[in-house]
């Protein structure tokens, strides 16, 4: 009989640790869990990353927890982190977790789960259709949508209403990214019957929660709530294959068409084509949705986030909006150039995701034995990267805790190390330079047309951060007053 060949030895995460004694996980420092369950019930509380968090302080930059008999790395060192999102996809991958229960769900293949050579050929696919070039085409249709808010806004403003932000944010970012995406007149914001926004919001949820169950329930006793998620996937699946039937069918009657696409899945599409013949439906559909969950609240959450933390520092706020109407000289015309030359509000946006990152936290899973730091990491070792811990620590940020814009304007290159949004590495967000636009031209609107009157929540306690995938805030509502700044419509 023929030995096991031995594990494929993979480079260490840090070249300067292969003269260094080496550390197993079981040798770290682990909290104190329940006896067979270790750390499980951590697990199933949506402010996770809180409790990771606060053992980071507790334990230091690398530490164990246990899920069962499972022990996973927790690295919370930004330069020990940057290696290991660098490493991928050849060192590191998503957790098999997460593609068996995508797959279980019944959500389609895409950018954010392939893995090896997939990943490869949709990153090229994804990435052209992204293309800064294509992202411009679409400005005005941007523009409109931002009116819509407005419009809105305006109702709430005159009838002293106030306003969900989170929710109306969300209406904000699927309008964006249906319309950009697909070509098609998506508006939940004077209108909730749209089939997408009616099954979206259930699907990142239940993936994060079946994500961290100890036990897969719903396998075997679906409830309800299973039973209508399995219906919401249905629905959104049906409803991308037809957006990509009728993207094939204009493509194939309008040449003109393939030469300045319309929309992002017209230059998906024509990117796959041009790619790789292997590329199929299946595949673009699962990036099309994979755009639709990723962008929708990711953003949304990141404004809103800044939105409170801009009222509660009214100098910044005073000082982005004066930003915004030197440069901004017709609110409801602006333009590209107007949009790159908002320097401080753009360093708003990078101090809120440094602060208020929507991905706190970044699990990955080893695929060869490798040294992580001093650690030796076996394959298949399930990995949690702290993403914030570094980026407000006082040690390499003056008042890390509060929110100061003007540290990023001729920024040293310290800040973009110690705080990654988007991620690090070939698998960075592909989809970023949208994300930062839509940022700039909701809060150049608010801030042209409104004056904020009450931000926070009705307990008027600071927000509380829930993770769900993502993390958002809880509870914020905002108030507005109608701003004297005269505009007329585009």
């Known amino acids: 009989m023929t030995p096991a060949p031995a594990p494929a030895q993979h480079k260490p995460v840090d070249a300067h640790a292969i003269d260094q004694p080496r550390r197993r996980i079981a040798e770290l420092p682990c909290p104190k869990g329940l006896p067979l369950l270790g750390n499980v019930l951590a697990f199933r509380s949506p402010q996770l990353h809180l409790q990771l968090e606060t053992w980071h302080r507790q334990f230091g930059a690398f530490y164990q927890v246990q899920l069962g008999k499972h022990r996973i790395l927790v690295v919370g060192d930004h330069r020990v982190i940057a290696n290991v999102l660098k490493d991928r996809p050849e060192g590191f991958s998503r957790t098999a977790r997460l593609r068996e229960i995508s797959v279980e769900m019944g959500l389609k293949p895409g950018l954010f789960g392939a893995e090896g050579s997939d ?100 396998r075997f006793w679906p409830s309800r709530r299973d039973r209508e998620l399995k219906r919401s996937v249905l629905a959104v699946n049906q409803e991308v294959d037809r957006l990509i039937t009728a993207a094939r069918s204009r493509l194939g009657c309008d040449p003109a068409v393939q030469t300045q696409p319309n929309n992002l899945l017209e230059a998906m599409i024509l990117a796959a084509d041009r790619v790789d013949a292997s590329l199929n439906d299946q595949q673009i559909a699962g990036n099309v949705l994979t755009m639709l969950l990723a962008g929708e609240d990711t953003t949304a959450n990141t404004i809103a986030w800044m939105i409170y933390l801009l009222w509660q520092n009214p100098l910044q706020l005073s000082r982005a909006r004066e930003e915004v109407k030197s440069i901004v000289t017709r609110p409801d015309a602006p333009t590209l150039d107007q949009m790159a030359q908002l320097t401080f509000v753009e360093a708003c946006i990078q101090e809120t995701m440094r602060l208020k990152p929507v991905a706190p936290q970044l699990p990955v899973q080893a695929l060869r034995d490798t040294v992580i730091g001093d650690i030796e990491v076996p394959a298949g070792t399930v990995v949690i990267t702290l993403l914030r811990t570094d980026a407000v620590d006082e040690r390499w940020v003056p008042q890390a805790t509060e929110f100061k814009p003007e540290r990023w304007l001729n920024s040293s290159p310290l800040n973009k190390k110690l705080s990654m949004p988007f991620g690090a590495g070939p698998r960075i967000c592909p989809g970023r330079y949208l994300a930062m636009l839509e940022m700039k031209i909701a809060l150049a609107m608010l801030l042209a047309h409104f004056e904020l009157t009450e931000v926070g929540t009705a307990q008027k306690h600071e927000p509380q951060e829930r993770l769900s995938f993502t993390m958002a805030p809880v509870g914020l509502r905002m108030q507005l007053g109608q701003a004297h700044t005269p505009y007329t419509e585009p």
């Open 119 to 218: 990943w490869a050929l949709q990153r090229r696919m994804v990435m052209a259709s992204f293309d800064p070039t294509h992202v411009r085409q679409y400005f005005p249709a941007l523009v409109k949508v931002a009116q819509r808010l407005k419009r809105r806004w305006a109702a709430a403003a005159i009838e002293h209403r106030t306003i969900d932000l989170q929710a109306d944010l969300m209406r904000f970012t699927v309008d964006t990214i249906a319309g950009l995406a697909f070509g098609a007149e998506v508006n939940t914001i004077e209108s909730d019957q749209d089939v997408i926004q009616q099954h979206l919001d259930k699907i990142f949820p239940a993936l994060f929660e079946r994500l961290v169950a100890p036990l897969p329930i719903w």
